[in-house]
T-cell receptor, first 114, second 110 residues
C-alpha cells in the first residue's frame, strides 16, 4: 500500500499565486487532516474532515480552502499565496475515530512563497 | 495555541544510554500520542495512551501519563543511532482535533 501520498514534494510560488496541494490515501480512512509545520512551532492544524462531504476548520484556517468529494482525496488550496504561508505542509489520515486514532502522515510538501 | 510542550527541546546522548523526554499539556484529554519524525520525512506514530491508562510499553519505548499533573513522558531504552529524530507528543482533547507540541530533537551519538 502507498499509504498517504502528497504531491508535489516541493513548490515555489510568487506572492498572490494560487495552487492546490494534493493528498490521497488508499487505506479507506474516514478522517483526514492538513497541518503546517514551522520551525520551533510544531504542527498546527489547518483543516480536517471526518468523511466525504464534511470539512471543518482547525487552528490556522485563514488563507486555505479544502473540500472532500471522495474518501481518498483531500486537497488543500491556497487562494492567494503570501510569504507567511511558506512552510512544510503535512497531510494525515486515520480510521473512524479521528483524532483518537493513530495518524498516518505523508512525507510533506515544502512550499516557498517569494 | 500549542497544547503540548516538550522538554527538553534538544537532547544529545551516547548510544546505549536511555533517553527521556517529557510533555506537558493544558486541558483535559481523551488520549495522548507520541510520534517520531526523521529529518525531511513525515511523522510516524509510536504509541497511544488513553486517559485512563498510566503506563504503556512498546518494544524499547515506555510511556507514562499523569493526568493529575497533565504530563507524559517517553522513555527510549538502550538508544541507537537510528533513534536520532524529533519526537512529538499530541493530545486529543475532543472535537476531532489533535494538537501537537513543539517537539524534542534527540541525537544519539556513536
Amino acid at each position: 500500500n502507498a499509504g498517504v501520498t502528497q504531491t508535489p514534494k516541493f513548490q515555489v510560488l510568487k506572492t498572490g499565486q494560487s495552487m492546490t496541494l494534493q493528498c490521497a490515501q488508499d487505506m479507506n480512512h474516514e478522517y483526514m487532516s492538513w497541518y503546517r509545520q514551522d520551525p520551533g512551532m510544531g504542527l498546527r492544524l489547518i483543516h480536517y474532515s471526518v468523511g466525504a462531504g464534511i470539512t471543518d476548520q482547525g487552528e490556522v484556517p485563514n488563507g486555505y480552502n479544502v473540500s472532500r468529494s471522495t474518501t481518498e482525496d483531500f486537497p488543500l488550496r491556497l487562494l492567494s499565496a503570501a510569504p507567511s504561508q511558506t512552510s512544510v505542509y503535512f497531510c494525515a489520515s486515520s480510521k473512524t475515530g479521528g483524532a483518537g486514532q493513530p495518524q498516518h502522515f505523508g512525507d510533506g510538501t515544502r512550499l516557498s512563497i517569494l | 495555541s500549542q497544547q503540548g510542550e516538550e522538554d527538553p527541546q534538544a537532547l544529545s546522548i551516547q548510544e546505549g544510554e536511555n533517553a527521556t523526554m517529557n510533555c506537558s499539556y493544558k486541558t483535559s484529554i481523551n488520549n495522548l500520542q507520541w510520534y517520531r519524525q526523521n529529518s525531511g520525512r513525515g511523522l510516524v506514530h509510536l504509541i497511544l495512551i488513553r486517559s485512563n491508562e498510566r503506563e504503556k510499553h512498546s518494544g524499547r519505548l515506555r510511556v507514562t501519563l499523569d493526568t493529575s499533573k497533565k504530563s507524559s513522558s517517553l522513555l527510549i531504552t538502550a538508544s541507537r543511532a537510528a533513534d536520532t529524530a524529533s519526537y512529538f507528543c499530541a493530545t486529543d482533547g475532543g472535537g476531532n482535533k489533535l494538537t501537537f507540541g513543539t517537539g524534542t530533537q534527540l541525537k544519539v551519538e556513536l
